[in-house]
């Protein structure tokens, strides 16, 4: 069945570090894929979708690439925060719905 | 203004109990979802109504009813809770929906059923 996993449930970073999460799938070949924040006691908050046919997408200091030969997706914050420190999801587009990753906790020190 | 409001925040119930969580949507979207979180943070979809039309049905128990009454409000009713209940239920909208192509999903803040 298809699957997409978070490369590690947590990350520790220090402040002004890029952080880099990834997110790789299995037996699906996805047209999309999403990026979203969640912080605690809130709903997800989208970030950034990129499409199959593009390599990268960026948004101020996000970087989203997908590399369909991996089957992979990562994330980049660029010139991280302490106020960047949340959970963050991927999530693929299959048959009318999404399917997320279990997430990745980043914490960014000062 | 909320885009996407749920009530309760909190819910705390017995088991057997009979539950309602109510969603509303100010953003004119055609599309609602219910998700579940489990204790692990796992965001699965249950239900998805495009035009007050239900769209998509997870392998959900038929404990759980979603019922929409116009295309702002998706309600969800629980029967009988179990134990296994307990998770944060998240409502959700899209302008549209389309079995092949995303469009960005706005989440509620969330409703945490504890089932005692």
């Known amino acids: 069945s298809q699957k997409i996993e978070q490369n590690s449930e947590a990350l520790n970073i220090q402040e002004g570090k890029t952080a880099t999460l990834t997110c790789n799938y299995t037996?699906?070949?996805?047209?999309?894929l999403q990026w979203y924040r969640q912080d605690p006691g809130r709903g997800p908050v989208f970030l950034l979708l990129?499409?199959?046919?593009?390599k990268e997408k960026r948004k101020e200091r996000l970087k989203v690439t997908f590399d369909t030969t991996l089957k992979q997706s990562s994330f980049h914050i660029t010139a991280s925060q302490p106020a960047d420190s949340a959970t963050y999801l991927c999530?693929?587009?299959?048959?009318?719905?999404?399917?997320f990753g279990q997430g990745t906790e980043l914490s960014v020190k000062p | 203004d909320t885009a996407v409001s749920q009530t309760p925040k909190y819910l705390v119930t017995q088991m057997g109990n009979d539950k309602s969580i109510k969603c509303e949507q100010n953003l004119g979207h055609d599309t609602m979802y219910w998700y579940k979180q489990d204790s692990k943070k796992f965001l699965k979809i249950m239900f998805s109504?495009?035009?007050?039309?239900?769209?998509i049905n997870e392998t959900v128990p038929n404990r759980f009813s979603p019922k929409s009454p116009d295309k702002a409000h998706l309600n969800l009713h629980i029967n009988s809770l179990e134990l296994g209940d307990s998770a944060v239920y998240f409502c959700?909208?899209?302008?549209?929906?389309?079995?092949?192509?995303?469009?960005?999903?706005?989440f509620g803040p969330g409703t945490r059923l504890t089932v005692l």
């Open positions: 990129i499409r199959e046919n593009e």
């Open positions: 109504y495009n035009n007050k039309e239900l769209i």
């Open positions: 959700a909208s899209s302008q549209v929906w389309s079995r092949v192509s995303a469009d960005t999903q706005y």
């Open positions: 999530a693929f587009y299959q048959g009318g719905k999404l399917i």
């Open positions: 037996n699906y070949s996805p047209a999309y």
